[in-house]
Nanobody, 125 residues
Framework: HVQLVESGGGSVQAGGSLRLSCVAS????????MGWFRQIPGKEREGVAS???????RYADSVKGRSTISRDNAKNTLYLQMNSLDPEDTAMYYC????????????????????WGQGTQVTVS
């Protein structure tokens, strides 16, 4: 059973940057697909980015070119670097793990991910 704790959110001005972190415990995240999702109140949680064990990544069109997902297996930590932030990026950001699946699907689906963190709030004004 893996536990995930996000951090790094905050309030930034448009055009700014943030790096979100997700520290895992209870299992080694380097063995399976990991992802970042975000949710605005009243809307469905949506996929932002994913990374497989070979380092291959996928991004939602809304963040492509502005965000980078990465992992540090030695630290058992997942990251999301977000640049050129826009007010539309305002949301609660969640990291998620897909144990048992080393490679992520081509589409980020909530139901594929079995473990979730509590989220970290990003507010862009």
């Amino acid at each position: 059973h893996v536990q995930l704790v996000e951090s790094g959110g905050g309030s930034v001005q448009a055009g700014g940057s943030l790096r979100l972190s997700c520290v895992a415990s209870g299992d080694t995240i380097g063995r399976y697909c990991m992802g970042w999702f975000r949710q605005i109140p009243g809307k469905e949680r949506e996929g932002v980015a994913s990374i497989s064990i070979d380092g291959s990544t996928r991004y939602a069109d809304s963040v492509k070119g502005r965000s980078t997902i990465s992992r540090d297996n030695a630290k058992n930590t997942l990251y999301l670097q977000m640049n050129s932030l826009d007010p539309e990026d305002t949301a609660m950001y969640y990291c998620a793990a897909k144990p048992g699946y080393p490679y992520c699907s081509s589409v980020l689906r909530l139901d594929d991910f079995g473990y979730w963190g509590q989220g970290t709030q990003v507010t862009v004004s």
